[in-house]
């Protein structure tokens, strides 16, 4: 991030034109419109958070607090800060009760309109998931499937089926 402030403030204009080679997609994209932006606006900031936030609370409960007050005061526009936060917290590695933790908050998106069989599933999975018996992997592609079937849009635009 800082590599990429340093060279836009060193151009003579501000409506840039830059081509981004990244692998992450838009990711990068969004995030270099968001440190260049004029217009300093926190939705921006609150729109990135809701992609974010179940891959951050997924790596760091506390690091995902820190973000939310962050974005508490509405005046200011902590861009650098925020994404700071993000990129620390997503090399963290995963733990067990942070994963647990962050899938039992995308779960609650669908666990009204659930079946019992859905349920079920669900709960079976994470106590196999505590007892080593399945990845990560297997939790997320589920809430995935459910996300899709339920048509949650949040989810759907998150991250943290991603990442």
């Excluded at 992450?24 to 217009?39: E, G, P, R, T, Y």
């Excluded at 790596?59 to 509405?74: A, E, P, T, V, W």
């Excluded at 995308?106 to 079976?124: H, I, N, Q």
Aim: glycine share 2%; hydrophobic share 35%.
């Amino acid at each position: 991030m800082e590599e990429f402030l340093a060279f836009s403030k060193c151009l003579e204009t501000e409506d840039i034109d830059i081509m981004l080679e990244v692998k992450d997609k838009n990711l990068s994209a969004i995030k270099c419109m968001n440190l260049v932006s004029s217009q300093r606006n926190i939705k921006a900031l609150e729109s990135e958070w809701g992609r974010y936030k179940y891959s951050l609370l997924e790596k760091s409960h506390s690091d995902y607090l820190h973000i939310r007050n962050l974005l508490k005061d509405k005046s200011d526009y902590p861009v650098l800060l925020f994404y700071r936060i993000i990129e620390e917290a997503l090399r963290k590695p995963v733990t067990q009760g942070e994963s647990i933790n962050a899938a039992e908050h995308v779960w609650g998106y669908f666990k009204e309109d659930a079946s019992e069989k859905e349920r079920k599933d669900y709960l079976k999975m994470i106590q196999d998931y505590r007892d080593e018996k399945i990845s990560l992997a297997k939790i997320k592609k589920s809430l995935w499937r459910l996300a899709v079937k339920y048509q949650r849009d949040y989810l759907l635009s998150s991250y943290y089926f991603v990442l």
